[in-house]
């Protein structure tokens, strides 16, 4: 299974208002595995940049202005994602502007359930907790020192451990599957545990081996721990 772990920034909230994407990062995972594969793209907005956003992920205008705009890398973003699960912190907003964009160069808008929000996820998990990303690397022990300013695609790394971490770690729960497949099969939930063997293997020990075993034993004295097994 391929999945899009996705950040964008942005110069600001309302894309109606006249807001652009700036900046787009993906992470590609194959069974929630990080493949080494990834997506990056400054974006020129064409319009200035306020503080408030500049202050967010240092992007300038004098940085972003030799930059392509969006309609010279929409086919290239369309391509990379196909329709593949985008695993996104806050998806109504990247969302948002993504499909802005494609709509302001007439291109297919994304559907949301292509969307997989980790912000969701964190606050069912934990109700009532913080749930910012910053938060759940606390949460969850994950470094993001380098993190002094958001960007897109170092926020899509940290992002992906922390959606593997959402869903229960970065190694598949295999008991939990086979229990789900065995629901949709009918077969027993509890058939996949390993059964006691009816005839137990014969030792591998040799004679010898086992008389050097318990001389070593005895010279260990009365208080020797193996003598309480």
Known sequence: MRELVLDTETTGFKPEEGDRLVEIGIVELMNQLPTG???????????????????????????????PVFADI???????????????????FDMKFLNAELGWVNRPLLPMS???????????????????????????????????????????????????ELIGGRQPDFALKTSEQSQNDGSNGDSWRPKRRETALPSRLTEEEAAAHVEFINKMGDGAIWKKL
Do not use: W
């Open 114 to 164: 292509q969307a997989l929000d980790t912000l969701a996820i964190a606050r069912k998990r934990f109700p009532g907790s913080p749930a910012s990303l910053d938060a759940l690397c606390r949460r969850f022990g994950i470094d993001n020192s380098s993190r002094t300013l958001h960007g897109a695609l170092l926020d899509s790394e940290i992002l992906a451990e922390v959606y593997l």
């Open 74 to 92: 929409a086919q290239d973003f369309v391509d990379f994602v196909g329709n593949d699960r985008m695993v996104i912190h806050n998806a109504a």
């Open 37 to 67: 594969r990834t997506y990056h793209q400054y974006i020129n907005p064409k319009r200035d940049m306020p503080q408030g956003a500049f202050e967010i992920h240092g992007l300038s205008i004098e940085f972003l202005s030799d930059k």
